[in-house]
T-cell receptor, first 115, second 118 residues
Framework: GAGVSQSPRYKVAKRGQDVALRCDPISGHVSLFWYQQALGQGPEFLTY????????KSGLPSDRFFAERPEGSVSTLKIQRTQQEDSAVYLC?????????????FGDGTRLSIL | AQKVTQAQTEISVVEKEDVTLDCVYETRDTTYYLFWYKQPPSGELVFLIRRNSFDEQNEISGRYSWNFQKSTSSFNFTITASQVVDSAVYFC???????????????FGQGTILTVHP
């Protein structure tokens, strides 16, 4: 498909386990964003990549969260030693440009549940 | 710091009614962009519209219309003759220009859950 693809769609993990969430952006899109959406809330920014460079990680809640985009396309968000407060939907978005006026195209998200 | 407020948590209407979703924003930037996104039950955020801070013309797209008023820092969204398929969560979002250095990080409101009953 032509849209942003995220996998897995659902992930259940026990507290303390590590998880990895994948995002496949629209082909050719330079910008890639990760957002965290808690139940009943709006998405909140986590981190931003321009090609392979992580230019902003100010939204990552702790050093347990790590993101990468090594070849400037697919990105992975990793959460180590998961905790219950990490339960949320993780949304990935991409855009073709680099400016504040560019609409972002979102994937369906990964719903993470920590038991 | 920027902020977006959607005061209406939930709205329930009957099909064919008109409905307006409110959005109020705060920013110190003089150049910024406002967006509306729709989130159906599938979870994907669907882009609806973008408006820049220098363009206060209202916009209409089919049954959708948007009213941007800089004087009151509002960017409201109206659905005319609502349909059941309009049921979703709607988010208003803001992106600051920061003198051209911004890459487009979005600040979202908390969303308004719209339910349209047949």
């Amino acid at each position: 498909g032509a849209g942003v693809s995220q996998s897995p769609r659902y992930k259940v993990a026990k507290r303390g386990q590590d998880v990895a969430l994948r995002c496949d952006p629209i082909s050719g899109h330079v910008s890639l964003f990760w957002y965290q959406q808690a139940l009943g809330q709006g998405p909140e920014f986590l981190t931003y990549f321009q090609n392979e460079a992580q230019l902003d990680k100010s939204g990552l809640p702790s050093d347990r969260f790590f993101a990468e985009r090594p070849e400037g396309s697919v990105s992975t968000l990793k959460i180590q030693r998961t905790q219950q407060e990490d339960s949320a939907v993780y949304l990935c978005a991409s855009s073709g440009g680099q400016g504040s006026n560019q609409p972002q195209h979102f994937g369906d998200g990964t719903r993470l549940s920590i038991l | 710091a920027q902020k977006v407020t959607q005061a209406q948590t939930e709205i329930s209407v009957v099909e064919k009614e008109d409905v307006t979703l409110d959005c109020v924003y705060e920013t110190r930037d003089t150049t910024y962009y406002l967006f509306w996104y729709k989130q159906p039950p599938s979870g994907e955020l669907v882009f609806l519209i973008r408006r820049n801070s220098f363009d206060e013309q209202n916009e209409i797209s089919g049954r959708y219309s948007w009213n941007f008023q800089k004087s009151t820092s509002s960017f409201n969204f109206t659905i005319t003759a609502s349909q059941v398929v309009d049921s979703a969560v709607y988010f208003c979002a803001l992106s600051e220009n920061a003198g051209g250095t911004s890459y487009g990080k979005l600040t979202f409101g908390q969303g308004t859950i719209l339910t349209v009953h047949p």
